[in-house]
């Protein structure tokens, strides 16, 4: 043993491989760890973000470990520690940003306005982000756009002061509108309205991805009736958690009306010209 620690006294560069080896290994390991407990649980910002205090501890330590080894730096490494003062006023000119948002992270883990997997929209620099919440570190919180599945990097600070609308802690869903037009020929047909809204509603509410968000069960869902051009309008809202149910659903219901109103011998209005009258011959 005595003669292994001579060996790597003298081979400091190996000593510092291995630091970093170490350092590396504990990094992969705290990932997987991290990895394994989201599939038992959903993740939260405390987790994520202590995950990343963790890792910024055994990155700085390897390195103040590794620095150690060389004896032109040694000293001053430990004039350095034993400067507690000064080592603050270094640190806090350098890394002003940094700490700041290592700061307003420690706050939004305490006070937590918005969780991972939230839908929130960030009101900051005269800008919204609309997004979900998919990661929190040290420096920044990552939110994921809505539609264009695009992550947009917000760092802590801005977070902390920027005007938040958790939308899942409002219970709020996605709606939007579902249009079909009938003819007038069949909207004039009071049986055939009738049957063309039940069918509408009841599709929506067949739907996996629809939420329903009647307070009475039994009352019969809206919908609206409106004259338009070449037809009458019929629209009802489709409620779903999430715009990209919404998406999906609005898709799988109209095509459930095709089928539906084939079925009952019911069509679907198109813009059409009807031209009446007949032609002079000379």
């Known amino acids: ?71 032109e730096l040694e000293n001053v490494t430990q004039t350095l520690l034993m400067s507690s003062s000064l080592i603050v006023v270094v640190l806090g000119f350098i890394f002003q940003e940094g700490l700041s948002n290592i700061v307003h992270g420690f706050i939004l883990t305490i006070f937590k306005p918005f969780e991972i997997g939230d839908r929130v929209e960030i009101t900051t620099g005269g800008s919204i982000v609309s997004g979900y919440i998919k990661e929190m570190n040290l420096r920044h919180t990552v939110i994921r756009g809505l539609t264009d599945n695009v992550d947009t990097i917000v760092s802590n600070s801005q977070m902390d002061t920027s005007t938040i609308r958790n939308l899942t802690m409002e219970d709020n869903h996605i709606r939007y509108p579902l249009t079909v037009t009938i003819p007038y020929s069949d909207a004039q047909d009071r049986d055939k309205l009738q049957l063309a809204k039940s069918i509408i509603a009841e599709e929506t509410l067949k739907n996996a991805r629809t939420v329903d968000v009647r307070t009475d069960p039994d009352a019969p869902v809206h919908v609206n009736v409106n004259l338009a051009d070449s037809g009458v309008d019929l629209t009802c ?4 958690r999430t715009a990209e149910d919404n998406y999906y659903a609005l898709s799988e219901i109209r095509e459930s009306l095709l089928a539906r109103f084939g079925e009952n011998g019911m069509s679907f209005a198109f813009p059409h010209v009807e031209v009446t009258g007949s032609l002079n011959q000379e």
């Not at 809202?237 to 779903?240: D, M, P």
């Open 237 to 240: 809202y489709v409620y779903t």
């Open 1 to 71: 043993m005595t003669q292994i620690a001579n060996y790597l006294s003298n081979h400091r560069i190996i000593v510092a491989l291995i630091y970093i080896v170490v350092c590396w290994l504990l990094l992969q390991m705290i990932e997987a760890m991290y990895k394994h407990a989201r599939r038992k649980k959903p993740a939260n910002i405390k987790d994520s973000f202590f995950k990343g205090v963790l890792e910024a501890f055994l990155v700085i330590l390897t390195f103040i470990r590794v620095i150690s080894l060389s004896s």
